[in-house]
């Protein structure tokens, strides 16, 4: 089957959404549409047209007649965007513990050991695709990447401080050793189990926020 190519618009998207989501475009920092028209080499109208897209995802706010600024991190969408994302994956976990086989075991170990090999190097946004690709697993071999998607797409907020988290000590460790023991669960064929450990893994970020608020006040909504 032909890939859909990307139009100029899709590509300046998913350059900014990118930017956006790994933290090296700040929350509350302006977007400047000249310096952006220069760095891309595009014109005015995908530009615009990518920072609309951007505006429906929460992750950029435009001003009429005085530009446009990266939307700071909205606690309120971020409960929202957890809220959806844990409910979905809890809502799929029975069914991926009955169908677990040794393949599904190996994706998962492969996400796992990558996770490792990013930690090791530093490289943090690694790391968090690897969780996702960890994740998504469960969603994949049920028949239900679509949910996945929709997570994905509506979850700028979140994803940016699930990045953000990263910075405090331990936390990345942490993540590891709760996907060992998820995947030990899938592995028995535990769906309770996994139920609870995957409830506590997608709650965690709760206890984290007082942290990641007082260390980064400039990057939240007041």
């Known amino acids: 089957m032909q890939m859909k190519r990307l139009t100029a618009s899709d590509q300046i998207y998913e350059i900014l959404r990118s930017q956006i989501l790994f933290l090296e475009l700040k929350p509350g920092g302006d977007l400047n549409m000249q310096k952006l028209l220069t760095q891309t080499g595009m014109s005015r109208s995908p530009l615009r047209d990518a920072l609309l897209r951007l505006q429906k995802d929460n992750l950029v706010e435009i001003f009429p007649q005085r530009g446009s600024r990266i939307s700071k991190i909205n606690l309120k969408q971020v409960e929202v965007e957890r809220f959806m994302r844990l409910t979905m994956e809890l809502a799929v976990v029975p069914s991926f513990a009955e169908i677990c086989a040794k393949e599904h075991l190996f994706k998962m170990r492969t996400a796992i050991e990558s996770q490792k090999i990013a930690l090791e190097n530093k490289d943090y946004a690694g790391f968090l695709n690897n969780d996702d690709s960890f994740h998504k697993i469960i969603f994949t071999e049920t028949g239900m990447e679509r949910l996945w998607n929709i997570s994905q797409n509506q979850s700028g907020n979140y994803r940016r401080i699930r ?35 995957e409830k506590a893994h997608l709650t965690k970020l709760l206890t984290e926020l ?7 006040p400039d990057y939240f909504e007041a």
């Open 163 to 197: 990045f953000l988290s990263g910075n405090i000590p331990g936390v990345l460790n942490k993540i590891l050793d709760e996907h060992e023991m998820i995947m030990e669960a899938f592995s028995k064929k535990d769906g309770e189990k996994a139920l609870e450990l």
């Open 210 to 216: 007082d942290i990641m608020t007082k260390k980064y």
